[in-house]
C-alpha cells in the first residue's frame, strides 16, 4: 500500500512540474526561415474554348511575403502543337499576363507544349529559357444537370448540382466548376472541385452531385430565374495531381501532427528553377435555369 501511495505522490509531483513548466514559459522564440532563390513562375492553359488563352509569368517572393510579387515583361511566348505554332503578347493592361488571339482554341488528344524565352528571372544578365507540356483529353459529354435542395441541419442548407450523362470510358479525371448567372464562383484552385470516375468507368452518372451551393454564402444564394452553369473540364492525371498538392498546402493539416508540407509539383523545366503548371484541357458545359422549386429542376440542353 505504501509504495502505492508513493507512485501515485510520486505521478502527481511530475504532473505538476510539468504544468508549471508548460504554463511558465512565455518568452518568443523567434525561428530564422531560411532564404531560397528566385523562381520563375507559370500560371497558364489552354483549352478547346475558343477564347484568348492566357499565360502569368511572374517571381517567386520569400517566405514571408515581405516583397511583392513581381510580373514579368517582354517575354516571348509560344504554344506549339504538331502542326502550329501560337503566338502569345503581352497585355498592354496588365503586366506579365500574355494572351493568345481570341480565334484560338486547343484540339482533344493534340499535345501542346509551352515555351518562354528571353527572360532573366534571377537578374544575372542571362536569358533563360523554359518549357513545358500537356495533352487535352477528350470531352465528356453531359446530358443534363439538376439542383436538388438539401437541408443538413438548420443553419447548413443549400442546393446541390447534379450530373447526368455516360461516362467516356477508361480512367478520366475532371475538375468541376459552377457559374450563377455566367459568374464563376469556383474562381480559386482552392474552391475548384476535382474527381476522378472511380465506379463510373464507361457507366452512366445518374445524377451524381458534383457541387454544393450553399445559403450560407452570399454569392451562392439561389433566386428565380437564375442561370446555373456546370463546367466539367477533362484533365490529365499529372494537373489532378497538382490541384490534389496545392489544395492539401493550402489547407490547415489536420490533425495537427500530419506530415510536413512539400513542395507542390510542376510541369515546368527546368524544374529546380521554375513552379506554377501549365495545363491543357477539354471543357464541356451544361446550363439550368432555377425555378425555386424544391425538386430537381432539369436542365435544358444548352
Not at 443534363?144 to 455516360?166: A, C, D, F, H, Q
Not at 529546380?272 to 495545363?279: E, L, R
Request: hydrophobic share 35%; with cysteine; proline share 4%.
Amino acid at each position: 500500500m505504501k509504495n502505492i501511495v508513493k507512485t501515485i505522490v510520486g505521478q502527481l509531483t511530475v504532473i505538476s512540474a510539468l504544468a508549471l513548466i508548460i504554463t511558465s514559459c512565455t518568452e518568443d522564440i523567434v525561428l530564422p526561415l531560411q532564404q531560397t532563390y528566385v523562381r520563375l513562375v507559370v500560371d497558364g492553359a489552354i483549352t478547346t474554348d475558343t477564347t484568348a488563352h492566357k499565360v502569368i509569368l511572374s517571381r517567386s517572393g520569400d517566405p514571408l511575403n515581405q516583397n511583392p510579387i513581381t510580373y514579368i515583361s517582354n517575354a516571348k511566348v509560344f504554344i506549339t502543337d504538331n502542326t502550329d505554332t501560337i503566338k502569345l503578347t503581352e497585355n498592354p493592361q496588365k503586366r506579365g499576363e500574355y494572351l493568345t488571339k481570341p480565334t484560338v482554341y486547343g484540339l482533344p488528344g493534340h499535345t501542346y507544349k509551352l515555351t518562354v524565352t528571353d527572360v532573366d528571372v534571377n537578374d544575372d544578365g542571362i536569358k533563360e529559357s523554359y518549357t513545358a507540356q500537356s495533352t487535352i483529353k477528350k470531352i465528356n459529354k453531359v446530358d443534363s444537370i439538376t439542383l436538388m435542395y438539401m437541408e443538413y441541419s438548420p443553419r447548413m442548407k443549400g442546393w446541390l448540382v447534379n450530373l447526368w450523362g455516360w461516362d467516356i470510358g477508361g480512367r478520366n479525371y475532371y475538375l468541376t466548376k459552377v457559374s450563377i448567372n455566367d459568374t464563376l464562383r469556383t474562381d480559386s484552385i482552392k474552391e475548384i472541385g476535382k474527381a476522378v470516375n472511380a465506379g463510373f468507368d464507361g457507366k452512366y452518372y445518374p445524377g451524381l452531385s458534383v457541387y454544393y451551393l450553399s445559403n450560407e454564402k452570399l454569392d451562392e444564394i439561389l433566386y428565380t430565374g437564375a442561370k446555373v452553369t456546370l463546367e466539367l473540364d477533362g484533365i490529365t492525371e499529372d494537373y489532378y495531381n497538382f490541384i490534389d498538392g496545392f489544395q492539401q498546402e493550402y489547407t490547415p493539416k489536420t490533425p495537427i501532427f500530419s506530415g510536413p508540407s512539400a513542395n507542390v509539383l510542376t510541369n515546368i523545366l527546368p524544374k529546380d528553377k521554375a513552379v506554377g503548371y501549365f495545363a491543357a484541357y477539354s471543357v464541356e458545359r451544361k446550363s439550368v435555369f432555377f425555378t425555386g422549386k424544391r425538386i430537381g429542376d432539369k436542365a435544358s440542353n444548352k
